[in-house]
């Protein structure tokens, strides 16, 4: 079993800039890939970028490539999104998913575990 405890989100002016932390703890073979989605209100929940932790390659959405940036700190077990050039459109809960292997990298349907989540919001 993966725990994931997100950080790092708040309010920020459009063109300004967050990190978010995605702490995880518990079987490592349980999560081979991590990657952050996220969830407006009345909208689906959207991949927004995703890493296989071993292979260190990288998936982003169109709408936040160029913008966003997957790091990892495994001494820390944490994974961070940094997000420049915030847009309005970005305000969204963001969560933390993990998985071990299989299905699409941005799709939330293959993704086991999830964090509790942290707000963003860009006015």
């Known amino acids: 079993h993966v725990q994931l405890v997100e950080s790092g989100g708040g309010s920020v002016q459009a063109g300004g800039t967050l990190r978010l932390g995605c702490a995880a703890s518990g079987h490592s073979d349980s999560s081979y890939f991590m990657a952050w989605f996220r969830q407006a209100p009345g909208k689906e929940r959207e991949g927004v970028a995703a890493i296989h932790l071993r292979g260190h390659f990288t998936r982003y959405a169109d709408s936040v490539a160029g913008r966003f940036t997957l790091a990892q700190d495994n001494a820390k077990k944490t994974l961070y999104l940094q997000m420049n050039d915030l847009k309005p459109e970005d305000t969204a809960m963001h969560y933390c998913?993990?998985?071990?292997?299989?299905?699409?990298?941005?799709?939330?349907?293959?993704?086991?575990?999830w964090g509790q989540g942290t707000q963003v919001t860009v006015s």
């Open positions: 998913a993990a998985k071990g292997g299989g299905g699409a990298l941005l799709s939330a349907s293959a993704y086991n575990y």
